[in-house]
């Protein structure tokens, strides 16, 4: 999701040139991203089962500050997958279309990162469920919490088309898209092209698909990755072209007056302004942000720790609200969810663990897994597969 010579996960050259880190930016959005899903998802301190009481978003804390994350924090999901899309066609696209990284290492890459937090959080929502269950006859938020979706979920296949409604840890449902997208952008740069048309290909056959009413989630998915990857390959283009300084100002110009005419001119009332905001302005941002930022290494050091525990905070947030909202239901107490020190505990202890989580457990097993899966990279090659830690692929 820290480079260091003793990990041997160094950064790949083109990400960090002249004293300054390449991706810092995209970290702090990918960190803006999870706490604006974390703060919308503040809400389920408000469901008894699967159903919200007297649920008022405006009555939530710190409402007039946090309004855009109480309101529209569900969209961080597609943040997430532009940004992904992103690193992985600024890390990956060569390397896949030139067959330096084959199937067995991507396929290593991504389940040793992926999976060991999902299958703990897993286990520990299907046991938090059970006991929400014995109490209360029903499953708290995410109500279908059979074998069959528990199986789904160990393939990371929970959101791929098969299942009844949502399940177990319910927000692992993004990434469930995203690994079928993950296959897509393999085997389309190993069989196919690596070429900047197959993304405009995807955008357009993403418009054909919605003019001809036929959605999904993994579709939605394709469309936003593939947006942060054309968004990618624009940034080394105009690496190489010598206009990057002037193009960055440009973007960075239209990144802040964007949200500016938008308030101005109350663009946001616009039938699904949301969502095609996120289609056009996102990459602007991404784009405008992805360049060299030389920073003191303290400030790095943060900027790449906020960055490393989202993956951690977002799949972690259910399995701790199940367990408080267990633990003051087993204690006969009302949860004290309007109250701003609740709020701010919350918000701490989720932000707290998993720092922890992913230093402590996340690292420490995806190392594992690499060693016992994976043959040792030579030196000149390590440079290139490994999995740094300042970046999500």
Same mark, same amino acid.
């Given at each position: 999701?820290?480079?260091?010579?003793? %990990?041997?996960?160094?950064? /790949?050259?083109?990400?960090?040139?002249?004293?300054?880190?390449?991706?810092?930016?995209?970290?702090?959005?990918?960190?803006?991203?999870?706490?604006?899903?974390?703060?919308?998802?503040?809400?389920?301190? @408000?469901?008894?089962?699967?159903?919200?009481? *007297?649920?008022?978003?405006?009555?939530?804390?710190?409402?007039?500050?946090?309004?855009?994350?109480?309101?529209?924090?569900?969209?961080?999901?597609?943040?997430?997958?532009?940004?992904?899309?992103?690193?992985?066609?600024?890390?990956?696209?060569?390397?896949?279309?030139?067959?330096?990284?084959?199937?067995?290492?991507?396929?290593?890459?991504?389940?040793?990162?992926?999976?060991?937090?999902?299958?703990?959080?897993?286990?520990?929502?299907?046991?938090?469920?059970?006991?929400?269950?014995?109490?209360?006859?029903?499953?708290?938020?995410?109500?279908?919490?059979?074998?069959?979706?528990?199986?789904?979920?160990?393939?990371?296949? %929970? *959101?791929?088309?098969?299942?009844?409604?949502?399940?177990? *840890?319910?927000?692992?449902?993004?990434?469930?898209?995203?690994?079928?997208?993950?296959?897509?952008?393999?085997?389309?740069?190993?069989?196919?092209?690596?070429?900047?048309?197959? *993304? #405009?290909?995807?955008?357009?056959?993403?418009?054909?698909?919605?003019?001809?009413?036929?959605?999904?989630?993994?579709?939605?998915?394709?469309?936003?990755?593939?947006?942060?990857?054309?968004?990618? #390959?624009?940034?080394?283009?105009?690496?190489?072209?010598?206009?990057?300084?002037?193009?960055?100002?440009?973007?960075?110009?239209?990144?802040? %007056?964007? /949200?500016?005419?938008?308030?101005?001119?109350?663009?946001?009332?616009?039938?699904?302004?949301? #969502?095609?905001?996120?289609?056009?302005?996102?990459?602007?941002?991404?784009?405008?942000? &992805?360049?060299?930022?030389?920073?003191? /290494?303290?400030? @790095?050091?943060?900027?790449?720790?906020?960055?490393?525990?989202?993956?951690?905070?977002?799949?972690?947030?259910?399995?701790?609200?199940?367990?408080?909202?267990?633990?003051?239901?087993?204690?006969?107490? /009302?949860?004290?969810?309007?109250?701003?020190?609740?709020?701010?505990?919350?918000?701490? %202890?989720?932000?707290?663990? @998993?720092?922890?989580?992913?230093?402590?457990?996340?690292?420490?097993?995806?190392? &594992? #897994?690499?060693?016992?899966?994976?043959?040792? &990279?030579?030196?000149?090659?390590?440079?290139?597969?490994?999995?740094?830690?300042?970046?999500?692929?």
């Amino acid at each position: 999701m820290s480079s260091g010579s003793g %990990s041997g996960r160094e950064i /790949p050259g083109d990400v960090r040139r002249g004293g300054g880190n390449r991706l810092l930016g995209l970290e702090l959005i990918r960190f803006s991203a999870a706490l604006a899903v974390l703060v919308w998802h503040y809400q389920h301190f @408000s469901y008894v089962g699967a159903t919200p009481m *007297n649920f008022v978003r405006e009555e939530q804390p710190f409402y007039p500050l946090l309004s855009l994350f109480y309101n529209f924090g569900h969209f961080g999901v597609q943040v997430f997958w532009t940004i992904s899309g992103f690193i992985f066609f600024w890390k990956y696209r060569d390397l896949i279309a030139n067959r330096i990284v084959d199937g067995k290492k991507f396929f290593v890459l991504r389940f040793s990162r992926l999976y060991p937090l999902h299958i703990a959080t897993l286990c520990i929502v299907a046991l938090l469920q059970l006991l929400y269950f014995h109490r209360h006859q029903i499953y708290f938020v995410y109500p279908v919490n059979d074998l069959l979706h528990f199986v789904y979920q160990l393939f990371f296949a %929970s *959101n791929w088309g098969f299942q009844q409604g949502d399940s177990f *840890n319910g927000p692992i449902w993004s990434i469930s898209v995203e690994v079928v997208v993950y296959c897509i952008f393999f085997l389309t740069l190993r069989f196919i092209s690596r070429s900047a048309l197959v *993304n #405009i290909a995807v955008v357009a056959l993403w418009l054909a698909a919605t003019k001809a009413h036929f959605f999904s989630q993994i579709t939605e998915c394709l469309l936003y990755f593939y947006l942060g990857g054309f968004t990618a #390959i624009a940034s080394k283009y105009l690496d190489a072209s010598g206009f990057r300084k002037q193009l960055t100002i440009v973007s960075a110009l239209l990144a802040v %007056s964007i /949200p500016v005419a938008v308030v101005c001119c109350s663009l946001y009332r616009i039938r699904n302004f949301d #969502i095609w905001f996120l289609k056009l302005y996102v990459p602007i941002l991404l784009l405008a942000v &992805a360049r060299d930022i030389a920073v003191g /290494p303290l400030v @790095s050091k943060w900027i790449i720790a906020a960055g490393n525990m989202t993956y951690a905070s977002y799949l972690f947030q259910f399995p701790l609200q199940l367990l408080i909202v267990s633990c003051f239901d087993w204690s006969n107490t /009302p949860i004290p969810y309007h109250s701003p020190y609740f709020f701010l505990a919350f918000m701490a %202890s989720v932000l707290t663990a @998993s720092f922890y989580i992913y230093r402590h457990f996340e690292m420490p097993a995806q190392d &594992a #897994i690499r060693k016992k899966l994976s043959a040792a &990279a030579t030196p000149s090659r390590r440079v290139w597969i490994a999995d740094n830690r300042a970046l999500k692929g």
